[in-house]
């Protein structure tokens, strides 16, 4: 079975600065992908980036970027220049590739705070 | 609107009674998931649908846990004789059947209260 750890349940930056989110996991799957989604307060969860684990290069989109240790297997999320509307629950995910696309592992979560 | 829709958003009911939740996807997506959020939890996958086919069901779906997609098209969740312990946000989510996308658009959640 897969896990996946979020070690810091609450985080705060200023806005404008840069900060950086870990999330660890567990499983002995090759292929699988990883997701960061990010769940602002009473709204619906939105996919924020992802990562294919077969692909060394790490994925960016916009200010958001991650730091890809597969050997480590360690999946940290970097948001740059952070704004107010960054402020949220972010949940890592893990999913088995190979066509399952069935259910998501999710970590317990971190709230971020952007503070002006 | 074109996402993930469900309803109602908030439902408090009385220890013993039923409720029923609905969700209607993305329509193009063939894929439909449900999970559950407690607070201070990331959300647990309960079951999964493809097309009209209940596909997976996690051992956190009981006996009074039933969900249903006859259509194809919409869901529901239907929970017996609730407890307290069944309090939580109920989140669907949607997804095409293209293996490469691996995607999962979520709705806004059904918040469950049991008293």
């Known amino acids: 079975a897969q896990t996946v750890t979020q070690s810091q349940p609450e985080m705060s930056v200023q806005e404008a600065e840069t900060v950086t989110l870990s999330c660890t996991y567990d499983t002995s799957e090759n292929n699988y992908y990883l997701f960061w989604y990010k769940q602002p307060p009473s709204r619906q969860m939105i996919l924020v980036i992802r990562?294919?684990?077969?692909?060394?290069q790490n994925a960016t989109e916009n200010r958001f970027s991650v730091n890809f240790q597969k050997a480590a297997k360690s999946f940290s999320l970097k948001i740059s220049d952070s704004q107010l509307g960054d402020t949220a629950m972010y949940f890592c995910a893990f999913d088995r590739s190979g066509g399952s696309n069935y259910k998501l592992t999710f970590g317990k979560g971190t709230l971020l705070t952007v503070n002006p | 609107d074109t996402g993930v829709s469900q309803d109602p958003r908030h439902k408090i009911t009385k220890r013993g009674q039923n409720v029923t939740f609905r969700c209607d996807p993305i329509s193009e997506h063939n894929r439909l998931y449900w999970y559950r959020q407690t607070l201070g939890q990331g959300p647990e996958f309960l079951t999964y649908?493809?097309?009209?086919?209940?596909?997976?069901k996690s051992r956190l779906l009981s006996d009074r846990f039933s969900a249903e997609r006859p259509k194809g098209s919409f869901s529901t969740l239907e929970i017996q004789r609730t407890e307290q312990g069944d309090s939580a946000m109920y989140l669907c989510?949607?997804?095409?059947?293209?293996?490469?996308?691996?995607?999962?658009?979520f709705g806004a959640g059904t918040r469950l209260s049991v008293l």
């Open positions: 989510a949607s997804s095409p059947q293209d293996a490469g996308e691996n995607i999962q658009y």
């Open positions: 990562q294919e684990a077969y692909k060394q």
């Open positions: 649908f493809q097309n009209e086919a209940q596909l997976e």
